[in-house]
């Protein structure tokens, strides 16, 4: 019954804040009380009490009272914080001024005359000063409440363990203690592991869920790359205003990196008992990819002077220790691997669905801290990465409101191929057998990921402007691999024909580099690594009609237009089938259309492949000497590609997101296709031909072959040293960070935090942002 009665008094508050004709006296504590004095009101009930349409009306109708509401919660939660919360009325105070402001601030946000509310200061609501009789007044709103969070998340009894045995109405001095002695778990900088408290994780959960909603005004600004929106409150709450910064970032990531959703691996625990710290765990991976946010790792790249340093994105740069690194990393991995754990019982381990926010933790770790991504690429501990980023992206590829994976997942591998040791890690043997629907082969990881680019003929079309990407990490790593199986080779065969067919070489005026990327592949692959590459030599010779197709591909009016015609047959991008495309692993399971009513958010344009990566040349010594822009050849529309150099791919991916408006733009013309068609590096491929295939067609014939493996066994033992075109440099790719790329990944991190606390709307957490103004994205349901 007073459950019901307080609820009562909550919603009478509510109304009132609109209806009365004059302004509520700051002074009038009376009244303000009744918004968080209540022990009993749950979060859930804030957010039901509270409807959007009201907050929009005491916004409009009602600004000074909904502006002194704002600023009493605040005052409250900035005397929670420097009376540490004794006693239990103080913290349910704090809590419920918490959830409160969660609810109210995306509403300031989305109005552009309130967004710089918080950063003002309230004349005349409530003066007080401090301790120290400084004038509390001249600090803003938003300093003061983000001070006050960062204060509360290491509040002795409230938030972390209390180290003293103290009586409750003696807790310790917040303003004196040590928060680097509080840090909330074990790991990087900290080796003791505080008991697990689920109210402490509960109250955290809530603090961050307030912190992620005041960072969240980007949401309602329109997307723009320019280095001068940095976001005011991720500014502040990083800088050295807040003496709370590293303790802080350690605690988030030890969370993060330290968490074990299977625990025990007792089956079914998690539908038994509530994990409040995947909660607490989810929200700290949101906060630590929000906090960098803004920060280009390229400064040299700025043109305007930089803001303020931001620590957090400093601390994450600076971590050295092998320890460290080692923690981090398998933490990451062990995140990103849960969901492929197999059990004989099904659904019977905990799966966690935070993984595009790991996803991007990673990304944030590898462009940052160049000593981590040295450190992850000096083993095979990058393999613990790859292959969930690709059971990821095969997940997902048929789904089309998950395209924002597709390219984060490509993004990291491109980062990492970029890297020698990328390439030379992959020849480690592939026994894993994660569900995916893949044909069956026996051989490395580079297999694994050269097999992976089914989605290139299988996937959807909005995948296209992935394509260069995705042929791009096949060039970087092809200097180094070993030994391809079958399957690759026909894989790479495959792609190839599919490139080669004329109505795609038409019809449009990038298609042709797709084709220059292959041939590159195939180049590196016979140069550097002839031995061990016998089942790829061999796809070659068998597929030879193709090389001939292509170096003999007709030029004039009529045979394009021919070609052309064939395209209107075509209804959804390439389609080829193989013998081999139908065999699936045991267990795989194809991605399935997004369901009805699925929210999707919006992205910005992927800028082109040579936007987000440099030319570097591999020396002989093995040093990556990079390859200045001036000397490189810049193709022009009209002139097609030359060996590993390409003009801009940034209208590739818009003329190939819509080929009927590019088609009406652009035509195909004779003296187009003997452009690029005179470049195209066939040289080597012709030779190894030419000096083979005599050879093969021969021993057939005397010896009577008709099985390959004996054609294999004889292409394993020659040599092709002497015979073939002096060997080109190596041309690598490098990831470069750049304001396009900034402002995909702002776009999509938001995307990712919108969706995943929208989706709650149908859970027991409050959906956070759900029905407010988004200017960031646009929220689409499929």
């Known amino acids: 019954m007073g459950n019901a009665d307080s ?84 913290r349910q105070i704090v809590l419920n001024c918490t959830r409160l402001l969660t609810r109210i601030l995306p509403y300031i946000f989305e109005d552009a005359d309130w967004r710089g509310f918080f950063w003002s200061t309230v004349p005349g609501a ?23 969070i960062a204060d509360l998340l290491f509040c002795p009894d409230f938030t972390v363990q209390s180290h003293k045995k103290n009586s409750p109405d003696t807790g310790e001095d917040i303003r004196s203690i040590d928060s680097c002695e509080y840090i909330w778990e074990a790991g990087v900088g900290f080796a003791q592991s505080p008991p697990l408290n689920y109210v402490h994780d509960l109250n955290r959960t809530e603090l961050l869920k307030l912190l992620l909603t005041c960072f969240s005004e980007a949401m309602y600004l329109p997307p723009s790359s320019e280095r001068k929106n940095i976001n005011p409150w991720v500014a502040f709450f990083c800088s050295t205003d807040n003496r709370h910064a590293l303790p802080l970032f350690t605690s988030l990531l030890n969370v ?43 400064p040299e790249e700025e043109q305007e002077p930089a803001g303020p340093e931001n620590l957090f994105v400093n601390y994450l740069s600076r971590i050295h220790r092998e320890e460290d690194l080692s923690f981090i990393l398998k933490g990451l ?55 969930p980023i690709l059971f990821y992206l095969n997940d997902a590829r048929a789904d089309q409101s998950r395209v924002g994976l597709m390219h984060i997942g490509v993004f990291i591998i491109l980062l990492l191929s970029g890297e020698r040791n990328f390439g030379v890690r992959l020849n480690k043997p592939y026994t894993l057998r994660v569900p995916m629907d893949i044909p069956v082969f026996t051989g490395n990881h580079a297999d694994l990921l050269i097999i992976f680019h089914k989605i290139i003929t299988s996937g959807h079309q909005r995948l296209q402007p992935l394509f260069d990407c995705l042929l791009t990490i096949i060039v970087n790593i092809s ?56 089942n790829l030599v061999y796809a070659i010779i068998r597929k030879r009609n193709v090389f001939h197709q292509l170096a003999n591909l007709p030029s004039d009016a009529p045979s ?183 402002m995909w990944f702002r776009t999509y991190m938001w995307g990712v935090i919108y969706l995943r606390l929208a989706w709650q709307v149908i859970n027991v957490d409050p959906p956070v942002w759900y029905d407010t103004d988004i200017r960031l994205f646009e929220i689409q349901r499929i």
């Not at 409530?126 to 006050?148: I, K």
């Not at 004329?502 to 195939?522: G, M």
Request: with cysteine; proline share 5%.
């Open 126 to 148: 409530g003066r007080r000063l401090d301790e120290d009789g400084d004038d509390d007044e001249s600090r803003p709103l938003a300093e003061s409440l983000l001070l006050a």
């Open 256 to 298: 993060v990196c330290a968490y074990d959703p299977v625990g025990y691996g007792i089956p079914y625990n998690h539908l038994l008992f509530s994990d409040h710290r995947e909660q607490l765990v989810e929200q700290a991976v949101q906060i630590l990819i929000a906090l960098d946010a803004s920060t280009s790792p390229s």
């Open 479 to 534: 200097p180094y691999l070993k030994s391809l199986s079958m399957v690759a080779a026909n894989k790479l065969l495959h792609l190839l024909e599919a490139f080669t067919t004329p109505w795609f070489l038409f019809s449009s005026s990038q298609n042709h580099h797709l084709v220059f990327f292959l041939l590159e592949v195939f180049n590196n692959i016979i140069q550097y690594q002839f031995d061990g590459n016998c």
């Open 560 to 742: 394009i237009q021919k070609a052309l015609q064939r395209k209107k047959e075509k209804k959804s991008g390439i389609s080829r089938t193989n013998s081999a495309e139908n065999e699936s692993m045991e267990g795989s399971r194809p991605a399935v259309p997004a369901e009805p009513g699925t929210l999707k958010a919006s992205l910005e344009a992927t800028p082109g492949i040579d936007k987000i990566t440099e030319k570097s040349q591999v020396s002989e010594d093995g040093t990556m000497v990079a390859v200045p822009q001036s000397e490189s050849p810049q193709v022009t529309a009209d002139n097609g590609a030359t060996t590993g150099v390409y003009r801009s791919e940034s209208e590739a991916a818009r003329s190939r997101l819509s080929s009927v408006s590019s088609s009406v733009a652009w035509s195909a013309s004779p003296d187009w296709v003997l452009s690029w068609k005179a470049k195209l590096p066939l040289q080597t491929i012709m030779r190894l031909l030419q000096v083979l295939v005599p050879q093969v067609e021969k021993i057939c014939i005397d010896k009577g072959l008709t099985d390959e493996s004996e054609i294999l066994k004889f292409l394993q033992h020659g040599t092709l040293v002497g015979l073939l075109p002096i060997p080109h440099p190596i041309l690598i790719r490098k990831y470069q960070a750049n304001a396009g790329t900034a």
């Open 333 to 387: 991995a062990r995140l990103l691997n849960n969901p492929l754990v197999q059990t004989y019982l099904p659904r019977s381990t905990k799966k966690i669905q935070f993984h595009q926010e790991l996803l991007i933790l990673f990304w944030k770790f590898c462009d940052f801290n160049k000593k981590f991504l040295f450190f992850v690429l000096k083993s095979s501990d990058v393999l613990d990465m790859l292959v």
């Open 7 to 90: 609820k009562l008094h909550f919603r009478k508050a509510v109304i009132q804040l609109t209806t009365k004709t004059q302004p509520v006296e700051a002074t009038d504590d009376a009244f303000w009380d009744q918004f968080w004095v209540d022990a009993s009101t749950t979060v859930q009930d804030v957010f039901a009490l509270v409807p959007a349409a009201e907050i929009r009306a005491v916004r409009e109708e009602s600004p000074s009272n909904l502006a002194t509401l704002c600023y009493k919660a605040v005052e409250r939660l900035v005397q929670g914080a420097e009376s540490g919360c004794p006693s239990e009325r103080e």
